[in-house]
């Protein structure tokens, strides 16, 4: 290719005017840097989102199922057998789900309380975000409270007393309110530390014990499921939906956080957005350093129209030079923006203020990130470079 040779020959041979050299370099940069940044944003985002997706699976399962209608479904009202010999179905385990009143040290909170058996952690990993004590304290008729609870409860040490406070469904009465008041003594037997929304509401008792303070019976709130396969979720969903019937609604981990994951959907394409606009005023650069290299090479190009090269011959030679830059650019920006990330992977340069549960900002390289922002950066310099030359060769034949 002629025009390749031509191209990459005024790209990297010394140029007479050294002002060209400046604009060449600025022009370099101006795509290297906005490529850097889109590729830091994109995996601050992404690891941002995993984290968020790994914090969830401790409180929400691969599928879930609930009842169509009201909050609670009496236990002998589905066939676990049948769930369990399920296709895509490695555990299952069911738990019971109200709002009480926790009390310690002169402190009240409202807390979703969720009762659970042994086999809670076989299908919802919480035991993975344990601060303080262990699983086993909830047989013994302790509660694990989420970090937030318990700092607005003031209970940090373990053992120490909770009261808990429900409905009681058996026994309300307008003339005497509380008696319609269920009550229960326990202790602090762990704190576990997930997502904020989830964190500031959570505690986990043991099964029987909640069914009997909200007096609930063999009722149970949701049938969790973790799936052989998390990918293939939604199949598993179907499967099961068919199994439980009409009665019973079957969600997946997606489903429950459907608006959530719409609004990260939403973010990442306006970060990518900003970042394209900020790229294309940058890229413009680009047009001076074609600009100034057609004016000083217009004694080659009058040489090369006299020994029969078209126009179409010379444009290219000079978008050409235009996409080196921005190849080149890019190239450059890729390696900042991913040498950055890995150093903010390994070495946390960027830290979170304030007591999080992560010390710095949580990074993942999507390759596809990468592959996107380049072919944007790429094509925005080839329009830019292509409108460039035309207009230039067009004024001056």
């Known amino acids: ?48 989102t995993s984290t968020i997706t790994e914090h969830n699976r401790a409180v929400d399962a691969d599928i879930e199922i609930v009842p169509a209608r009201g909050t609670t479904f009496d236990s002998n009202a589905i066939d676990f057998e049948r769930i369990c010999s399920t296709e895509g179905v490695a555990a299952t385990t069911c738990y019971l789900e109200q709002s009480v009143m926790a009390s310690a040290n002169g ?3 409202t807390v979703s309380l969720r009762g659970v058996d042994s086999t809670y952690c076989d299908v919802i990993p919480i035991d993975k975000h344990l601060v303080l004590g262990d699983m086993n304290r909830i047989k013994a008729g302790d509660v694990m409270l989420s970090g937030m609870v318990a700092s607005e409860l003031s209970v940090y040490s373990m053992g120490a007393t909770i009261e808990l406070y429900a409905l009681n469904r058996k026994q309300i009465s307008t003339l005497l309110p509380t008696s319609g008041i269920s009550r229960s003594t326990t202790h602090l037997g762990g704190e576990f530390i997930t997502t904020t929304e989830n964190d500031a509401t959570m505690a986990l008792g043991e099964l029987s014990r909640v ?14 499921i973790k799936c052989a396969n998390a990918n293939e979720a939604e199949a598993t969903k179907q499967r099961i939906q068919k199994v439980v019937g009409e009665e019973f609604e ?145 004024k001056r034949a």
Request: proline share 2%; glycine share 6%.
């Open 107 to 109: 402190h009240r909170v």
């Open 250 to 394: 079957v969600l997946t981990r997606d489903d429950k956080n459907a608006a959530t994951n719409a609004i990260l959907r939403i973010e990442k394409f306006a970060i990518m957005l900003i970042g394209i606009l900020i790229a294309t005023v940058a890229a413009f650069s680009i047009v001076g350093t074609v600009l100034m290299l057609i004016t000083e090479k217009s004694r080659d190009i009058a040489t090369l129209r006299a020994m029969g090269a078209n126009r179409r011959l010379v444009q290219r030679i000079f978008v050409g030079e235009g996409m080196l830059l921005t190849i080149t650019g890019c190239l450059l920006g890729t390696l900042l923006g991913v040498g950055f990330a890995l150093g903010q992977q390994h070495y946390g340069w960027i830290k979170i203020p304030g007591n999080m549960i992560m010390e710095s900002y949580p990074v993942d390289i999507n390759p596809w990130d990468i592959i996107v922002v380049n072919a944007i950066m790429i094509a925005i310099g080839f329009i830019i470079s292509t409108l460039t030359v035309r207009t230039k060769l067009r």
């Open 1 to 48: 290719m002629v025009w390749f040779q031509f191209a990459r020959r005024y790209m990297f041979s010394p140029k007479s005017h050294s002002v060209i050299n400046i604009i060449a370099l600025v022009s370099l940069l101006a795509v290297a840097i906005p490529t850097a940044a889109m590729i830091i944003l994109m995996a601050m985002f992404d690891g941002l």
């Open 211 to 224: 069914q009997e303070l909200l007096n609930y019976d063999d009722r149970l709130s949701c049938v969790a």
